[in-house]
């Protein structure tokens, strides 16, 4: 089992940077393929970026912008977002699995979930 529990939304406009973290408990995560996705009001939860050992991969949307990043020593994940843009408001979860799935951008490929961090962008 794994617990995750995300850390560092809030509030911020459009322009500006906000960093997420993603802490792992009950087992390393030093191998496990780490993801973050998010979902607004209304619509699926949709994926932001993977990050699997040295391997990354973002949305079109987000491409450029955020950088996911983790400390394997501290069991943690990162979401640096930069230009914030008001479509980047949502819930943001962070997410686990053992392995790399072929559909690894479905939500439908992780097995952990965090309880999600609220991330607002004010235009």
């Known amino acids: 089992q794994v617990q995750l529990v995300e850390s560092g939304g809030g509030l911020v406009q459009a322009g500006g940077s906000l960093r997420l973290s993603c802490a792992a408990s009950?087992?390393?995560?030093?191998?496990?393929?780490m993801a973050w996705f998010r979902q607004a009001p209304g619509k699926e939860r949709e994926f932001v970026a993977v990050?699997?050992?040295?391997?990354?991969n973002y949305a079109d949307s987000v491409k450029g912008r955020f950088t996911i990043s983790r400390d394997n020593a501290k069991s943690a994940v990162y979401l640096q977002m930069n230009s914030l843009k008001p479509e980047d408001t949502a819930v943001y979860y962070c997410?686990?699995?053992?392995?790399?799935?072929?559909?690894?951008?479905?939500?439908?490929?992780?097995?952990?979930w965090g309880q999600g961090t609220q991330v607002t962008v004010s235009s």
């Open positions: 009950g087992r390393t995560i030093s191998r496990s393929v």
């Open positions: 990050i699997r050992t040295t391997y990354t």
């Open positions: 997410a686990a699995d053992s392995r790399l799935s072929a559909n690894y951008r479905s939500f439908q490929a992780y097995d952990y």
